[in-house]
């Protein structure tokens, strides 16, 4: 697992809006009109920390989960 | 735990229609220190349902019933009574019981003032709409608590769903791990989604 907290794309309630938010922050990262760019956003961000994204539906469950931590190697 | 003051029956459609609504119902009640009761928690076959349900309403100081799945969605769809029967037992049982006469409840609805087309009888109760979406549902339930529990300091609407998001995730990873399916995470039984969210909650 890694150290740094995941990053969550969530829908902002009665705007239709979506933020990507890291795990425990009280506010967004940034906010996006459109999912997909909320995900590209997020995905970069994801992978130059090295962390996980979360990619939520519009009623809170997951609907993919992205993980760019490094895992040990298992040989 | 079985605590009158703090148990809250869910009179509701268990069906997976409505699992995008209970999901957040339970959240918001759990994450606030309150215990869901629900007609399905236990599934002993030798009690009849109706009494099943007396002893749930008995054992809850606060009951929500949600009217919004009164309507039949389809052509010769049966028109669903369970909740408004329940409901009136719920009445009933505050009506006429000393113990039970501070019982509060909340009626959710999809749309204001959609329950006066089949249920005038109920104006006058606490009823909110939760526009039968997940938020909706969280600022209903949330803002209920506050006024009729008295809770002070609580969450924003924003937070508990944020905060429910979350949660999920972290779910969704224990599960993943354990080789559940996204079906099977999305619809798993509710006292064991009920563990799952008690076990993140950080007063637990």
Known sequence: MTGNKAYHIILVPEKGSWKVKKAGASRA???FEKKADAVL???TLSKKEKTALYIH????TI???RSY???ALVL | MNVFSKNVFINCPFDSDYYPLLRPLIYTLLCNGFNPRIAIENSDSGQLRADKLVELIKDSKYSIHDL???QASEKDEIFRLNMPFELGIDYGARRFSKRLSEKKFLILEKERYK???ALSDINGFDIKAHNNSTYGVIKAVRDWLVETAKLKKVDSPTKIWDDFNECYGSIYDEKIEDKFTADEINFMPIPELIDEIMERLPHN
């Open chain 1, 69 to 71: 931590y490094e895992e």
């Open chain 1, 57 to 60: 539906t519009i009623e809170g």
């Open chain 2, 68 to 70: 919004s799945r009164l």
């Open chain 2, 115 to 117: 329950y006066m087309q």
């Open chain 1, 63 to 65: 609907e993919e989960k």
């Open chain 1, 29 to 31: 990262t940034k906010v």
């Open chain 1, 41 to 43: 956003f997020a995905d």
